[in-house]
């Protein structure tokens, strides 16, 4: 199955002398994984920053194996926020929640925008909020939404 989409880097693994397993969040397809050929070249390496929005082709030829990346940078996100340490830290701290917490293959359409609008207005200055807020729908999405009447009923 070949395909292609924009996504973001959610985490990349070193494999052998100069491939990356890399896994990518995209709004079509979810999270995918593959291997970038060639990702540990001073090209490529560069732009295969955490939650950088990158353009992925990829390629599989049999369903049971890991497919393959050719990747090109669309939106260098992370280097923007190098010299700042919160928001580096928001990032990751990104990356590593929706790799951690979304499955391979499922779209979440609404999760992938709710995304693509925080890092579009991560240069305000209530960035923080909006992170916040980005977090408590990410936990509805996935189902795991609060119900404040009900704690407040409890309460009571």
């Known amino acids: ?13 070193k494999f052998r002398e100069n491939a990356n397993i890399i896994n990518v969040f995209t ?23 955490l939650s950088n929005k990158i353009f ?42 929706l790799n951690i917490l979304l499955p391979e293959s499922q779209p979440y359409k609404n999760i992938y925008k709710s995304l693509n609008d925080l890092l579009k207005n991560f240069d305000r200055n209530d960035w923080i909020i909006l992170y916040l807020f980005w977090e408590l729908n990410l936990i509805k999405e996935l189902g795991f939404g609060l119900n404040f009447d009900d704690l407040k009923n409890q309460i009571n």
Do not use: C
């Open 1 to 13: 199955m070949n395909w292609q989409d924009e996504g973001f880097l959610l985490s990349k693994t």
């Open 27 to 49: 709004s079509k397809y979810g999270k995918m994984s593959g291997i970038v050929y060639g990702g540990n070249s001073r090209k490529i390496r560069n732009y295969l920053q």
């Open 56 to 97: 992925v082709f990829h390629n599989i030829k049999n369903t049971n194996k890991i497919g393959y990346f050719k990747t090109e940078l669309v939106d260098p996100i992370s280097p923007k926020y190098f010299n700042n340490n919160k928001k580096t830290s928001a990032l990751l701290s990104i990356a590593s929640i």
